[in-house]
């Protein structure tokens, strides 16, 4: 019995190790962006995003919940930047999915009260580029500088 619990303990030790080595070797990596995306908020639905904030929170949502449930970690972001130091006009949070109802998304932003813009790439360009792995998707919201460069993974 003591043989099994140091063995799952050695288990979790080197994953967590494994993590947190994966996670170091992402931080300063650039994001690329640029891809045919569809840029949503509650006021518009776009082809350009409208907005360049020195901040930007990205985060990957999962399209298999319902919207109000997708939207969730966005309220949990939005929280947490007005709880820190930071201005609500130099900071942005990108969600990105890989399809949407845009109308319903709008609706739905508007309805929950978020600022957040929600990227579609419908041709997966993000996840291609950015070499998207299981650890990124894990970890689904990391912050970039003004130069996209990942500042914070978690």
Same mark, same amino acid.
């Given at each position: 019995?003591?043989?099994?619990? /140091? ?6 030790? =080197? ?8 996670? %170091?070797?992402?931080? !300063?990596?650039?994001?690329?962006? !640029? !891809? ?8 518009? @639905? ?5 907005? &360049? ?17 997708? /939207?969730?970690?966005? +309220?949990?972001?939005?929280?947490? +930047?007005?709880? =820190? ?5 130099? *900071?942005?949070?990108? *969600?990105?999915?890989? =399809?949407?109802? =845009?109308?319903? *998304? ?6 929950? &009260? +978020? ?20 650890? +990124? ?9 003004? %130069?996209?460069?990942? @500042?914070? @993974? !978690?």
């Amino acid at each position: 019995m003591i043989l099994i619990g /140091f063995l799952v303990s050695i288990q979790f030790v =080197s994953c967590t190790s494994r993590e947190k080595r994966e996670i %170091k070797q992402m931080m !300063g990596r650039t994001v690329r962006l !640029g !891809g045919n995306f569809i840029y949503i908020d509650s006021a518009c @639905v776009s082809t350009k995003s409208q907005h &360049n904030n020195e901040i930007r929170v990205m985060t990957i949502l999962d399209n298999n919940d319902c919207y109000e449930c997708m /939207f969730k970690p966005i +309220l949990g972001i939005e929280l947490l +930047l007005s709880k =820190s130091n930071v201005n609500a006009d130099d *900071a942005e949070i990108l *969600a990105f999915v890989d =399809s949407i109802d =845009s109308q319903k *998304a709008q609706l739905v932003l508007k309805s929950m &009260n +978020l600022d957040a813009t929600i990227v579609v790439d419908s041709l997966n360009y993000y996840k291609q580029k950015n070499n998207v792995n299981e650890l +990124l998707y894990k970890n689904r919201t990391f912050i970039v500088d003004s %130069k996209n460069r990942i @500042v914070f @993974v !978690g």
